[in-house]
C-alpha cells in the first residue's frame, strides 16, 4: 500500500475513533440526565427537564454514525463517503475556529469587565443575599478577601454596619481567633479577588484554547488526508500515472 494512502486512512480511522469517544461521552452524560431525574421525579413536575437530555443523546447518535461513515468509508476508500465526511470534517473545523477566535477575543476582554461586575455582586453583601452566598464561596474557594484587597470591603454598606468588619469568608482559619477585624490582617486573606479569579478564568480559558486548537489541527489533517486517498484513489482507478512514478 502507498505510504500516503496508508498514513491518510490512519488519521481517518483515528478521527472515526474521536467521533466514536466523543459519542459515547455524550450518551453517558444524556443518560447520567435522565438517571438523575428519575431520581428526584417526585419534587420534579416539569417533563420538559428531560429535553436537554434527548438533545445530548441525539447528539451522540449522530456523532456515533459520523465515525461509522468515515471508517467505512477510509477502509472502502469510498468517493462518495469520503466527501461527506469531508464536509463533516470541515464544518466541525470552522466551529472550532470560530471557537478559537471568540476565544481569544474573550480573553482579552476578561480582566476589563471583572472589576465593574465584582463590584456591583460585593456591594449587595447583607450576609442573606444570593449575592452573600455567590461571594462568601468565591473568597473561601479563591482564599481571597474583597475586590481589589481586603481593604476594599470599608467602602462597603455592610462593613459600616458591622463595626469595619470583613466577612469571615475572609478569614484565613474560620475560628473564633478570627474576628474579621481589618486591624489583624494576619488573620486574613488580604489578596483581592479580582487578581485571582481573572487568573483563574485566564488559566481556564488558555486550556480550553489549547484543546480547541489541538482538535483543529487534527481536524486539518483529516481533511487533507481525505483529499490524499480521493487524488490517489481516483489516479488509480482512471489509470493515469504521474510523472515522477
Not at 2 to 8: P, R, V
Not at 87 to 95: D, E, H, R
Request: net charge neutral; proline share 2%; hydrophobic share 45%.
Amino acid at each position: 500500500m502507498d505510504c500516503g494512502i496508508f498514513t491518510s486512512k490512519t488519521v481517518l480511522l483515528f478521527l472515526s475513533l474521536v467521533f466514536w469517544a466523543a459519542g459515547v461521552v455524550l450518551a453517558y452524560v444524556g443518560a447520567h440526565i435522565i438517571k438523575s431525574y428519575d431520581n428526584f421525579n417526585s419534587f420534579i413536575q416539569d417533563k420538559y427537564t428531560l429535553v436537554p437530555a434527548a438533545i445530548i443523546i441525539g447528539i451522540s447518535v449522530v456523532m456515533f454514525i459520523f465515525g461509522l461513515v468515515g471508517c467505512c468509508a477510509t477502509l472502502r476508500e469510498s468517493k462518495v463517503g469520503l466527501s461527506f465526511f469531508f464536509l463533516i470534517i470541515m464544518a466541525i473545523f470552522a466551529a472550532e475556529v470560530a471557537a478559537l477566535v471568540f476565544s481569544f477575543i474573550y480573553k482579552g476582554k476578561i480582566n476589563a469587565d471583572l472589576e465593574r461586575s465584582m463590584s456591583e455582586v460585593f456591594v449587595h453583601y447583607d450576609g442573606q443575599t444570593t449575592e452573600t452566598k455567590a461571594v462568601d464561596y468565591l473568597q473561601t474557594q479563591l482564599q481571597c478577601c474583597g475586590v481589589m484587597n481586603y481593604t476594599s470591603w470599608s467602602n462597603t454598606t455592610w462593613s459600616n454596619s458591622h463595626n469595619n468588619t470583613v466577612p469571615l469568608s475572609c478569614c484565613k482559619n474560620r475560628t473564633s481567633q478570627c474576628p474579621g477585624r481589618m486591624d489583624h490582617p494576619d488573620l486574613l486573606n488580604t489578596q483581592g479577588c479580582e487578581v485571582k479569579l481573572g487568573q483563574l478564568l485566564q488559566d481556564v480559558l488558555s486550556y480550553a484554547m489549547l484543546v480547541i486548537l489541538g482538535f483543529a489541527i487534527i481536524k486539518f489533517f483529516g481533511m487533507l488526508s481525505v483529499c490524499v486517498i480521493t487524488c490517489k484513489t481516483g489516479n488509480r482507478r482512471s489509470g493515469y500515472q504521474p510523472l515522477y512514478a
